[in-house]
């Protein structure tokens, strides 16, 4: 399993280098003037016909240079919830489709309409953004604001106490009484619903103890999981009784998780034909996360834990993007440590990012995870949804692709002289918004961005870098609701499936050129259809748009 691991490790390394290169991206005059316009009258639109397409997205389409109109197979209540997020946000076409824009480039410098612009990316060192002088909206406090990273929390707030930053992320659960006893700190708590869990992949190891349902089902009663949350994690955390919070409408619906039960394991490894145990690997990134603080110490009790049911457990620490990756395309096998934070206020984000059919972290799914995940995602309210989503939840817990560990509770941490510090239950700090009285503001982060493309991106470091520069149709605001941003609003029909998107006008990008309704249908091409030569990106995946809407656009081509 090493050996395979290690090959798919190397690939991905490869594409790496590839994607990195500075060659320009192929010309993309006949994709625009085929695909794109295909009426001839500079209006884009963006579509797909295969009989065979069952995404929720039939076409994009510039209406006029101030109107775009999405026309959906089927209701999406979340629409508006989901268009606020990052991945979502428009980025010129004349940028997208330039040949001067390389794969490098695409993945460096975004070119957005936000409060901040990218100034410098110190590789391993920092970010600089500074200030869009032209911003639409209200322009930003501070003239400049670095970010930089550590992965340890001790460093990071060591960088607060000593005076060279403002404002950290992930504050240690050992640091709360240090920052909470110095004047010159404050606490700021985070309400991000999230979730860690231990992950498996059944397709992976169909031929291992992980393949096996009982033994998952084994685990999922073996493993105690109080006792991570008592021993690793802030008061306030909570063992999870179902994947999704509870918070999130709909996300406890059905049965609560396996008691801990460490006889019922041993008796059901025995029934399932280890009852002296197997070896198997846990594999994690040591990335500092709301949802797991300490990532070491977590995959360490974990493994001790295994060993107390006569399993033993190699650990792997993996590069994160590498690890993302991997875990995304199935290739990990044993046990994975991930987790999630929400991105927006609805239960498909965290049920249909992760269960939905065609997703392979943990395999191929049953029928009854993702059929049902495919209703209730175009159920138009949460009434109408509840015994959906308690049958998808009921049949997550007996097929057991993961085990939901804990929803933890966290904080980060700011100098007192910080004012508007903000920390929205969805989307990234606004630090447009903050103020410490100079014209720079330095920030700590757990961790490099992998890309600022991040149409391509899942982690959230990218994702918190993107929210500064680029902005959607809605963005979240300092309380994590959906407003309206490159859009005055938009609009459904009765049946939620076409939404018609009024676009502010006036707005610029930081290189100068105009925002109008082909760079909506541009930016969503990019990301969404397969047959454009510019979607390419950093994974190539394009996992957001594939999964929250089921499915990328011409993939037959």
């Known amino acids: 399993m090493k050996k395979k691991l290690f090959a798919v490790l190397s690939i991905i390394m490869v594409l790496s280098m590839l994607l990195t290169a500075t060659a320009a991206f192929a010309d993309g005059d006949d994709y625009v003037a085929t695909v794109l316009d295909p009426d001839g009258d500079g209006l884009y639109k963006l579509m797909e016909d295969s009989a065979d397409y069952g995404g929720k997205v039939i076409s994009v389409e510039a209406t006029a240079a101030d109107q775009v109109v999405f026309t959906l197979r ?17 980025q010129p076409s004349e940028y997208l489709f330039s040949d001067a824009t390389t794969s490098k480039s695409i993945l460096d410098a975004p070119v957005g309409t936000g409060p901040y612009k990218v100034a410098a990316w110190n590789k391993g060192d920092s970010i600089v953004f500074s200030k869009n002088e032209d911003y639409y909206g209200t322009p930003a406090n501070a003239d400049t604001v670095v ?11 060591l960088e607060l106490q000593s005076g060279t930053a403002d404002y950290m992320k992930y504050l240690g659960a050992d640091d709360f009484a240090t920052v909470e006893s110095d004047d010159a700190l404050k606490v700021v708590p985070v ?9 498996f992949n059944a397709t992976f190891d169909a031929d291992g103890p992980m393949g096996n349902e009982m033994v998952r089902q084994a685990l999922a009663m073996g493993i105690d999981r109080q006792r991570i949350v008592d021993y690793y994690y802030p008061e306030g955390s909570e063992v999870a009784s179902h994947f999704t919070p509870c918070s999130i409408p709909n996300g406890c ?5 396996y008691d801990f039960d460490r006889d019922g394991a041993m008796a059901l490894l ?4 280890y009852a002296d145990g197997f070896e198997t690997t846990i594999a994690y990134r040591d990335v500092p996360r709301s949802y797991l603080p ?14 107390e049911m006569g399993i033993i457990a190699e650990i792997i620490v993996m590069e994160s993007g590498e690890f993302l990756d991997s875990t995304a395309n199935g290739e990990v096998g044993g046990i994975h440590l991930l987790g999630w934070g929400a991105d927006y206020p609805h239960v498909t984000n965290f049920l249909d990012y992760h269960f939905s059919a065609g997703t392979e972290q943990f395999g191929t799914l049953p029928t009854d995870i993702t059929d049902g995940i495919s209703a209730g995602s175009k159920m138009a309210t949460v009434e109408e949804a509840v015994d959906t989503y308690a049958a998808v939840n009921d049949a997550i817990k007996e097929y057991v692709p993961m085990i939901p560990v804990v929803h933890g509770a966290t904080a980060n941490a700011a100098t007192s002289a910080m004012t508007a510090v903000n920390n929205p239950p969805f989307g990234a700090p606004k630090y447009a918004v903050m103020d410490n009285g100079t014209d720079t503001i330095v920030t700590m982060k757990s961790a490099e961005p992998i890309s600022m493309f991040c149409a391509d991106e899942s982690d959230g470091e990218s994702l918190e870098a993107c929210e500064q520069v680029l902005e959607g149709l809605y963005v979240y605001d300092e309380t994590g609701t959906a407003v309206p941003a490159l859009a005055d609003a938009c609009t459904a029909n009765e049946d939620l499936t076409v939404w018609t998107c009024d676009l502010k006008t006036g707005v610029v990008f930081h290189d100068g050129s105009a925002f109008d309704a082909n760079d909506v249908v541009a930016s969503w091409s990019v990301g969404a259809d397969v047959a454009n030569p510019y ?3 950093n ?9 929250l809407w089921e499915g990328l656009m011409n993939t037959a081509e």
């Open 74 to 90: 089927g209701p999406d209540p979340a629409f508006l919830a989901k268009m606020a997020f990052v991945i979502f946000s428009v």
């Open 147 to 157: 970010m930089k990273w550590a992965s340890e929390s001790t460093s990071r707030l």
């Open 191 to 199: 309400e991000t619903p999230n979730i860690l869990y231990f992950g």
């Open 253 to 257: 619906a059905g049965d609560a998780w």
């Open 270 to 273: 025995a029934e399932a034909g």
């Open 294 to 307: 300490e990532p070491g110490a977590v995959a360490t009790d974990l493994q001790a834990q295994l060993a």
């Open 535 to 537: 979607h390419i990106g």
């Open 539 to 547: 994974t190539g995946l394009f996992e957001y748009y594939d999964n």
